[in-house]
């Protein structure tokens, strides 16, 4: 699955059958932990939508600063065992975004990582 981000930083998941899980890409090449000298590898990828707007600040490099907002509801999808899964989010300040599908049933994650 194809992510666009700013600046030419877009992402790939790929599900890889032999390493048991979604590896990541950025602009074309493996993304790998420098230290472990391993690919970064996911159980379950989950991408939210949500509202964002432009901040006042900027970070080290002059971008604006997002808000994000992860309080509400929103969709989601969600990459586990090889497959895309359309689904939708709700979370509140009190409580952690939960993953629901179209009839309302809770989506169990993967067991390992998560990379949101």
């Known amino acids: 699955m194809a992510i666009p981000f700013a600046g030419g930083n877009d992402v790939v ?38 509202e964002m707007r432009e901040t006042d600040m900027r970070d080290a490099a002059g971008s604006v600063v997002l808000d994000i907002r992860l309080d509400g509801s929103g969709e989601a999808v969600v990459l586990r065992d090889g497959r895309r899964y359309d689904l939708r989010w709700a979370a509140s300040d009190e409580a952690p975004p939960r993953f629901e599908d179209a009839e309302g049933e809770p989506f169990p994650l993967a067991v390992g990582t998560t990379w949101i």
Do not use: C, K, T
């Not at 074309?28 to 159980?43: K, L, V």
């Open 13 to 50: 998941w790929a599900w890889d059958e032999s390493a048991g899980g979604w590896l990541r890409e950025v602009g074309g090449a493996p993304h790998a932990d420098e230290d472990a000298e391993q690919p970064y590898r996911a159980a379950n990828v989950i991408i939210m939508y949500a």
